[in-house]
Nanobody, 126 residues
Framework: QVQLVESGGGLVQAGGSLSVSCAPSGRTGSYYNIGWFRQAPVQGREFVVALGWRGGSGYYAYSVKGRFTISRDGGKNTVFLQMMNLQPEDTAVYYC???????????????????WGQGTQVTVSS
């Protein structure tokens, strides 16, 4: 069993920045992919960015590329998502997700992630 605990998020004005984090624990193993997804009201869960088990710069959805940055604290396995120049359309519940398959590049599909965090709200006011 794997647990993912998210923190961060909140309310920010358009153009502002926020950071969210995801701390995996439990039987994670040493090599796994982490993805971030988001879900706005009455919409499906949307891929945002993923970081493969080898690290690197991450794989971003077009809508967030150049504004969002994913990184990992190797010592603690915590994954950070820094979001800049946020816009009202970024408003959503943000979820991190775990995939032990080691597929590369990491998947952008909800179905490929086995464990999910509880979600954290990000609200951007205009």
């Amino acid at each position: 069993q794997v647990q993912l605990v998210e923190s961060g998020g909140g309310l920010v004005q358009a153009g502002g920045s926020l950071s969210v984090s995801c701390a995996p624990s439990g039987r994670t193993g040493s090599y796994y992919n982490i993805g971030w997804f988001r879900q706005a009201p009455v919409q499906g869960r949307e891929f945002v960015v993923a970081l493969g088990w080898r690290g690197g710069s991450g794989y971003y959805a077009y809508s967030v590329k150049g504004r969002f940055t994913i990184s990992r604290d190797g010592g603690k396995n915590t994954v950070f998502l820094q979001m800049m120049n946020l816009q009202p359309e970024d408003t959503a519940v943000y979820y991190c997700a775990y995939d032990a398959s080691r597929r590369l590049p990491p998947s952008q599909s909800v179905a490929d992630y086995t464990y999910w965090g509880q979600g954290t709200q990000v609200t951007v006011s205009s």
